[in-house]
């Protein structure tokens, strides 16, 4: 079965590094989404992708982050300048449409901590 | 705004039927979702709902009420691997999905 999937799994980064989680999604998706989790919060949506631009974005997603598919495969979520907050679980998701009736399949996500 | 509510915790026992609400005030409406969330793992679709009324698939159905507000996600013959966090989701408009915290359900034999 087809699936998103995410590396690293574990990142560590020091307050202030710059960091990119990278994301394959499911092929013949068109749509591609970032979330993130807190610890024991709930998922919060950051960003979502189409046709090559940003279709819409929270206010999490400030001007530290930045998303890029780079190649005909991968989806990059950039944090500029870690903070100890943004330690999170991040997540990749995909789906075939605009999300209105098609599920977004999620990657397993990837553990940013900032120390 | 936007608000989505769903109980914080919720216990049952093996075998048992168990319902989660989900209550929601969002300022646009495109459908409902529910997904499975086990502690560490990414979260799995379970079900969606856009009309009103129950929709069944297998053990879970799911239900939503429009005009109230209001979903809910019911759990039949409950098994251990049932325990996880269920996830309330709704899209306004657009492409994002605005999750409720979740409701941690434990399962016990």
């Known amino acids: 079965e087809p699936e998103v999937t995410q590396t690293p799994s574990h990142q560590v980064t020091q307050m202030g590094q710059e960091v990119i989680l990278r994301c394959v999604p499911i092929s013949n998706h068109l749509y591609f989404y970032w979330y993130r989790q807190i610890l024991g919060q709930k998922v919060e949506f950051l960003v979502s992708?189409?046709?090559?631009?940003?279709?819409?974005k929270s206010e999490i997603f400030d001007d530290q982050f930045s998303v890029e598919r780079p190649d005909g495969s991968n989806f990059t979520l950039k944090i500029r300048s870690t903070k100890l907050e943004d330690s999170a679980m991040y997540f990749c998701?995909?789906?075939?449409?605009?999300?209105?009736?098609?599920?977004?399949?999620f990657g397993q996500g990837t553990r940013l901590t900032v120390v | 705004g936007q608000n989505i509510d769903q109980p914080t915790e919720m216990t049952a026992t093996e075998g048992a039927i168990v319902q989660i609400n989900c209550t929601y005030q969002t300022s646009g409406f495109n459908g409902l979702f529910w997904y499975q969330q086990h502690a560490g793992e990414a979260p799995t679709f379970l079900s969606y709902?856009?009309?009103?009324g129950l929709e069944e698939k297998g053990r879970f159905s799911s239900f939503l009420s429009r005009s109230k507000g209001y979903s809910y996600l019911l759990l039949k013959e409950l098994q251990m691997k049932d325990s996880a966090s269920y996830l309330c989701?709704?899209?306004?408009?657009?492409?994002?999905?605005?999750f409720g915290k979740g409701t941690t359900l434990s399962v016990s034999s």
């Open positions: 998701a995909s789906s075939e449409g605009a999300g209105y009736s098609t599920e977004a399949f």
């Open positions: 989701a709704v899209h306004q408009a657009g492409t994002a999905l605005i």
């Open positions: 992708f189409y046709n090559n631009e940003i279709s819409e």
């Open positions: 709902n856009v009309l009103d």
